[in-house]
């Protein structure tokens, strides 16, 4: 019943920026109005990995250090939507993002505890 798209991916060089985003269909609103929501990327070849984490009523964050200070995770909750802005971009960024929803205002960070998921969209980052 939820919908998640993401888009915004495309080929960075070293040092740019990215804006990611996530658009909630269906019945993301009344599911997952006092849940969560959060990115994760899979490198090629490695397992999926927890980026950022927010919950859409209150708008409390979880970040994974990799991206600290780098990576700001926010939401608009009138146009049901999730952003991810990615500065400072590295090589190591690259990655398949995905979007996630969770009916949880507790941050978990394994992938596992999320049930709804986005197609993913690709991120480039070369130097």
């Known amino acids: 019943q939820v919908q998640l798209v993401e888009s915004g991916g495309g080929l960075a060089q070293a040092g740019g920026s990215l804006r990611l985003s996530c658009a909630a269909s269906?019945?993301?609103?009344?599911?997952?109005?006092?849940?969560?929501m959060g990115w994760f990327r899979q490198p090629p070849g490695k397992e999926r990995e927890f980026v950022a984490a927010i919950t859409w009523s209150g708008g409390s964050t979880d970040v994974a250090d990799s991206v600290k200070g780098r990576f700001t995770i926010s939401r608009d909750v009138a146009t049901k939507t999730l952003y991810l802005q990615m500065n400072s971009l590295e090589p190591e960024d690259t990655a398949v993002y995905y979007c996630?929803?969770?009916?949880?205002?507790?941050?978990?960070?394994?992938?596992?505890?999320?049930?709804?998921w986005g197609q993913g969209t690709h991120v480039t980052v070369s130097s």
């Open positions: 996630a929803a969770r009916l949880s205002q507790l941050l978990l960070r394994s992938p596992l505890n999320w049930t709804s």
């Open positions: 269906g019945r993301t609103f009344s599911n997952y109005g006092m849940g969560s």
